[in-house]
């Protein structure tokens, strides 16, 4: 047998073995910013034998319910207080893999420029599920717009509101649909993923928005019974690294926030 090319047939073995042997990773994510900063560390992961597959989603339901039925591996959208409340309505049982980023909470208007300007009976569009619907109006509440009857509340809905001096007419709306809606009410609290795929700037646009020490901070989250395996392991060391850092400084200036 000619020795190089038995050494090539070798290598080529050995390449296409790895290859085959590569495990396949499936996680459902929103657009923006989480399933970007999935793209960007998959070529990492594929060092490390693990092969990303990245599913988009719209919506904060099906990601839950594909990764509780074990249709997929793991998911990258939501923070801790949505997931117990999930966990809580569904009986499913998710848990957090690792903290990852925040993303500051906002309130925006295409009919005026400052929360001044809200004139009593003024529209409110706040989103529809409980625990981002109350983050809604803790952050109003923050503003110095409505008073909560208990003012830490984090599933507090418009009926728990104790004082409303402006009037506000507010509307629970899925999420998703906030952005599209902007230009018919004329306050809209949106979660910074829809606003930034919607094209809005955050930390400019914002009329009011949370702080970077929110603590709503976005998890990778899986299976209680799939947390620890090696490649969900990997994927958690991947979204904490200084790579990641920098990709998430760099690229959304302020809109998404380390948490790590």
């Known amino acids: 047998m000619n020795f190089k090319k038995a050494i090539v047939g070798l290598a080529a073995a050995a390449t296409f073995a790895g290859a085959a042997s590569a495990e396949e990773l499936s996680v459902a994510a929103t657009p923006v910013p989480h399933a970007e900063i999935l793209e960007f560390v998959k070529p990492k992961l594929a060092e490390q034998g693990v092969e990303l597959d990245v599913k988009v989603f719209t919506d904060y339901v099906q990601p839950n319910v594909q990764v509780d039925q074990k249709r997929m591996d793991a998911n990258f959208f939501q923070h801790q207080p949505y997931l117990d409340e999930f966990n809580d309505g569904r009986g499913t049982n998710l848990v957090s893999v690792i903290g990852v980023h925040v993303e500051p909470f906002g309130a925006y208007s295409s009919k005026i420029d400052s929360l001044d300007e809200l004139k009593d009976g003024a529209t409110v569009a706040i989103p529809n599920d409980p625990t981002n619907g109350g983050r809604a109006l803790l952050l109003l509440q923050k503003a110095g717009l409505i008073t909560l009857k208990d003012g830490s509340k984090i599933t507090a809905t418009p009926r728990d509101i104790a004082d409303n001096p402006r009037n506000l007419d507010f509307k629970e709306l899925e999420a ?85």
């Open 176 to 260: 998703a649909t906030l952005p599209r809606i902007l230009n018919q009410v004329d306050l809209a609290l949106i979660n910074t993923n829809y606003a930034l795929e919607a094209g809005l700037k955050p930390t400019e646009d914002a009329l009011v928005i949370e702080g970077a020490e929110s603590p709503y901070v976005n998890i990778l989250v899986a299976h209680e019974d799939r947390a620890d395996e090696e490649a969900i392991q990997k994927l958690a060391e991947a979204l904490t690294s200084e790579d990641v850092r920098s990709y998430i400084e760099k690229n959304y200036e302020g809109a998404v926030v380390p948490a790590f």
